[in-house]
């Protein structure tokens, strides 16, 4: 079946780096641009960064801008998020999600993996 | 970028009556093009990702109850659950998918 599943999570020190991935399975990786969503304890759900389905036109909310690296191999089915300079406003369950069409970039989000934890403290 | 306000924050309703929850978008998210709505609802419940219900504002995701239903167009939007059931408990999530997608703040449905 359609699955995604994200690993790399873990406790980091604020200035510190982390890489997360999203294996794919279940559909045509590659067919299919991909978002990173993230959700603080106890708020609400808040866009990270997107990639086409060839890994071009990559998007980043502002507040990761030049901080976070969204990117994916697809002969691997994997998406990435590389994270930099970890601040403690960057801790959140991050989520790696498909979108439901291909013919462009606007589609709602239909799959959803179970999320990864990132802590950022000291 | 497009700010979603979901109205109300929580809402308690009794086991098989209507749960309404709204949603309104600071910009149209009617694209002229090709006439949809770029509005999406998500339902998620405590430990679990979000779950997509409804896109393009009114079509059901398959698989999801016909009890769930979207309304509305441009600015104003509805999510209708016609006779609330124990295992819709969730946040709602309002999203529209335009660059870059943003999310409404959650409306939490509990059962009165």
């Known amino acids: 079946q359609v699955q995604l599943v994200e690993s790399g999570g873990g406790v980091v020190q604020p200035g510190g780096s982390l890489r997360l991935s999203c294996a794919a399975s279940?559909?045509?990786?590659?067919?299919?641009?991909m978002h990173w969503v993230r959700q603080a304890p106890g708020k609400g759900l808040d866009w990270v960064a997107f990639?086409?389905?060839?890994?071009?036109?990559?998007y980043y909310t502002d507040s990761v801008k030049g901080r976070f690296t969204i990117s994916r191999d697809n002969s691997r089915n994997t998406l990435y998020l590389q994270m930099n300079s970890l601040r403690a406003e960057d801790t959140a369950v991050y989520y790696c999600?498909?979108?439901?069409?291909?013919?462009?970039?606007?589609?709602?989000?239909?799959?959803w993996g179970q999320g990864t934890m990132v802590t950022v403290s000291s | 970028d497009i700010v979603m306000t979901q109205s109300p924050d929580s809402l308690a309703v009794s086991l098989g009556e209507r749960a309404t929850i709204n949603c309104k978008s600071s910009?149209?998210?009617?694209?002229?093009?090709?006439?949809?709505?770029?509005l999406g609802w998500y339902q998620q419940k405590p430990g679990q990702p979000p779950k997509l219900l409804i896109y393009?504002?009114?079509t059901r995701e398959s698989g999801v109850p016909d009890r769930f239903s979207g309304s509305g167009s441009g600015t104003d939007f509805t999510l209708t659950i016609s006779s609330l059931q124990a295992e819709d408990v969730a946040v709602y999530y309002c999203?529209?998918?335009?660059?870059?997608?943003?999310f409404g703040q959650g409306t939490k449905v509990q059962i009165k």
């Open positions: 999600a498909k979108i439901r069409g291909t013919e462009y970039n606007n589609y709602p989000f239909d799959v």
């Open positions: 279940g559909f045509t990786f590659s067919d299919y641009g």
């Open positions: 990639i086409r389905y060839d890994g071009s036109n990559n």
């Open positions: 910009q149209s998210l009617l694209y002229s093009s090709n006439n949809k709505n770029y």
């Open positions: 393009w504002a009114s």
């Open positions: 999203q529209q998918y335009f660059t870059p997608p943003t």
